[in-house]
């Protein structure tokens, strides 16, 4: 299978991702419809772009430059590699 590579299909992928995820908040918040619930659902919005800003920007660009991946199993693929020493200083996808 090759990567994805039409800009407008590239688009409409984020927007459907964005879809989802706005479906599914809104489904959660109609079932239990409290102050709790929004406050949950919103810092688990924010701490998940948080970590996924951390995993593909903050790891690369400040712990280290040559840790570049495609997406979580290849970092989860590059880590066990570097941890195991098979890692030749080659740089991940």
Do not use: H
Not at 42 to 49: A, F, K, R
Not at 56 to 78: C, N
């Amino acid at each position: 299978m090759s990567d994805l590579q039409s800009k407008s299909l590239i688009v409409f992928k984020g927007l459907l991702f964005l879809l989802m995820a706005v479906m599914s908040a809104v489904i959660l918040f109609a079932q239990a419809p409290t102050i709790t619930t929004a406050t949950l659902l919103g810092l688990l919005i924010w701490s998940s772009c948080r970590f996924y800003y951390f995993l593909f920007y903050v790891l690369e660009k400040y712990v280290d430059p040559t840790m570049r991946y495609a997406g979580l199993i290849d970092l989860i693929q590059g880590m066990k590699k570097r941890r195991n020493g098979r890692d030749s200083g080659s740089e991940c996808r």
